[in-house]
């Protein structure tokens, strides 16, 4: 079945350090959703990349869906303390069903003050 | 206002015992799910149900049963609990093809 690898899977940075997370697929994408996971909390959907090639920025957010649409990054600018939290990757199931939204394993990133 | 909210947030339940958490989401949208997520935080995916219809088992034990009474209420029942079932469980919604909203989560520890 489809499966959404992601890497890395602890990142620890110092305030003001950038921090990126990738993630990949064994196929072809349809979409690709980001989501956050502050400690203790619950997912919180970030963004959707659809197109091939996609680029879209969220502030200090930075996110990347590559040109064969198997492949996504996350790139925070200038981490924060507010950015504590895991990154998942999630990809539609097999048949591009987002019936069944297969998630990474997600990047669990760490902020130094 | 939650859009999505499940009961309870804590659970703490003798191995054996059978116990369920509530879903309702507020949001209109047709599809609803559970989610497990584990010690090493990892999310799977147990049931996706829309407009009341089963639509995704993925291999879950018989012991899990999901219930739908309409399309906005997901309910999870689970007999005879095992240590291995203590986990944050999740319930879901979205419009397909759309962003999922996760409910706060259920806290389950099987003692």
């Known amino acids: 079945g489809q499966q959404v690898m992601q890497i890395p899977q602890y990142q620890h940075v110092q305030e003001g350090e950038d921090f990126t997370t990738y993630c990949n697929s064994s196929t072809t994408l349809s979409n690709i959703q980001w989501y956050k996971q502050r400690p203790g909390g619950h997912p919180v959907f970030l963004i959707q990349l659809v197109k091939s090639g996609e680029v879209k920025k969220q502030k200090r957010l930075t996110f990347q869906f590559g040109e064969a649409k198997k492949n996504s990054s996350l790139h925070i600018t200038a981490t924060q303390t507010t950015d504590v939290g895991t990154y998942f990757c999630?990809?539609?199931?097999?048949?591009?069903?987002?019936?069944?939204?297969?998630f990474g394993k997600g990047t669990l990133l760490t902020v130094n003050p | 206002d939650t859009a999505v909210s499940q009961t309870p947030k804590y659970l703490v339940t003798q191995m054996g015992n059978d116990k369920s958490i509530k879903c309702e989401q507020n949001l209109g949208h047709d599809t609803m799910y559970w989610y497990k997520q584990d010690s090493k935080k990892f999310l799977k995916i147990m049931f996706s149900?829309?407009?009341?219809?089963?639509?995704i088992n993925e291999t879950v034990p018989n012991r899990f049963s999901p219930k739908s009474p309409d399309k906005a209420h997901l309910n999870l029942h689970i007999n005879s609990l095992e240590l291995g079932d203590s986990a944050v469980y999740f319930c879901?919604?979205?419009?397909?093809?759309?962003?999922?909203?996760f409910g706060e989560g259920s806290w389950l520890t099987v003692v």
């Open positions: 999630a990809g539609p199931g097999s048949g591009g069903s987002n019936y069944k939204l297969t």
């Open positions: 879901a919604s979205s419009q397909v093809e759309n962003t999922i909203y």
């Open positions: 149900y829309n407009n009341k219809e089963l639509i």
